[in-house]
């Protein structure tokens, strides 16, 4: 039973319990010249029984009213409050270490000169059989599987180039760091020492945070390994786009 029904229950039998205790009228009594006229009154004493049983209703029926007070309090609800998220902050760029002196790699591409140090080189393969895949940019020439392990290939030319097409196919790939991403290229030109007081470095990303500085010597591009992966994976080109 509801608390709602149950109320009106009690109060049923409450005022049942009412009418039952209610005291009969009192009878006329005859009149009398001799006495003065005063007022009557007659009430006949509830039994304790009764009593007692209107005292517990009454009290049952205060305690329903309670509750249902409390029950038909509106419920107020507070709305959390709205946290404005921040965009992270991306990591400031940072330029290669290198000691006072560090071996590097130069490739030509193109015509093109490019330098990697050789602690970010993470090899060189004859570039062989190439498997195109769908639905990548025109610069990703496809994956090459080496010794079970599938290497993204991509084509410099168009990477650094947009819209340009090499004019003759690459022979090697070199790859960058740790990771699964090589760089086609036509030529490679052998190794050598460099002094880093002879490097024209970066200090900021600027449009080409792929480029550590300029090997002044060779007027090549010195390759900013990590720098160059992130858009690599973000399928960047070499103009971020």
């Known amino acids: 039973m509801s608390q709602g029904s149950q109320f009106k229950a009690m109060d049923s039998y409450f005022h049942a319990l009412l009418n039952e205790a209610a005291a009969p009228e009192p009878a006329a009594l005859p009149a009398d010249d001799t006495q003065p006229d005063e007022p009557l009154s007659y009430a006949e004493p509830q039994s304790p029984v009764v009593q007692e049983k209107l005292e517990a209703l009454l009290a049952k029926v205060e305690q329903v009213s309670k509750v249902d007070a409390v029950v038909s309090q509106p419920e107020v609800r507070v709305s959390p409050a709205v946290v404005k998220r921040q965009p992270p902050v991306p990591p400031e760029w940072k330029n290669i270490e290198t000691g ?8 030509a591409v193109a015509g093109v000169t490019f330098a990697v140090p050789l602690t970010e080189l993470g090899g060189i393969h004859q ?31 168009r990477w650094i180039m947009p819209g340009q097409v090499a004019d ?17 290229c036509h030529q490679l030109l052998g190794t050598e020492l460099l002094i880093r007081d002879r490097i024209q470095w970066r200090t900021s990303a600027g449009k080409r945070p792929w480029l550590a500085g300029m090997v002044k010597d060779k007027m090549c591009a010195l390759l900013h390994v990590h720098e160059l992966l992130l858009l690599l ?9």
Do not use: C, H
């Not at 769908?134 to 030319?157: E, I, S």
């Not at 090697?172 to 990771?179: A, F, Q």
């Not at 994976?233 to 786009?241: C, D, M, P």
């Open 127 to 157: 570039l062989g059989k190439i498997n195109t895949l769908f639905g990548k940019p025109d610069w990703f020439a496809g994956v090459m599987t080496m010794r079970d392990v599938q290497l993204n290939v991509v084509d410099t030319k």
């Open 233 to 241: 994976e973000k399928g960047l080109n070499i103009e971020g786009q």
């Open 100 to 107: 006072r002196e560090f071996q590097a790699l130069f490739f």
């Open 168 to 184: 003759e196919p690459y022979e090697y790939l070199v790859m960058l760091g740790n990771s699964q991403w090589g760089l086609a």
